[in-house]
């Protein structure tokens, strides 16, 4: 797997809730925040459609919600500016069972293998997006639910000693 650092070519605005984390709580943490999600997704305006949702992680908090247009001023708001650079990877969904083993796959190489000798580092804020969309099939009238995971890096500091 090649990783190719992209800048965005856009700003990002989600909205929709945030819940304080660590590791050791995180599985048990991203439930509580499913269901948070869940009974204010409704109330969620100004949704780009189609729509697409993301679970961000940080440090020591996690992050669900919905690309939007204009800020929602009743719920968490997380901004994402044109310019910074990620690292894209299409993840296929052929089957909700084996999505997470495929993540972590992709998480374990991106962060052991390629990172430490890329020249760059995490985000500080926002490791890691989870995006979900949908796209519509062009040979049928369905659509195909579509994953990417988004790595926020930076250039890494070199000490010029």
């Not at 299409?90 to 069972?97: R, Y």
Request: hydrophobic share 40%.
């Amino acid at each position: 797997m090649i990783f190719s650092p992209v800048a965005l070519n856009e700003d990002i605005l989600v909205s929709g809730v945030e819940l304080k984390t660590s590791e050791s709580t995180l599985f048990e943490d991203l439930p509580a925040l499913s269901k948070k999600y869940a009974k204010i997704r409704p109330h969620i305006q100004f949704q780009i459609k189609p729509l697409t949702t993301c679970v961000a992680s940080g440090p020591n908090k996690v992050f669900m919600g919905d690309f939007v247009l204009k800020k929602n001023k009743e719920f968490k708001n997380l901004y994402i500016s044109k310019g910074i650079e990620a690292v894209k990877v299409n993840i296929p969904v052929h089957s909700q069972l084996t999505l997470p083993a495929k993540v972590a796959k992709i998480r374990k190489r991106f962060y052991d293998e390629w990172l430490p000798s890329s020249g760059y580092r995490s985000f500080p804020e926002w490791k890691d997006l989870e995006v979900y969309h949908y796209r519509r099939r062009y040979f049928r009238k369905s659509r195909k639910m579509i994953m990417e995971l988004w790595f926020l890096i930076e250039k890494s500091e070199k000490n010029d000693d």
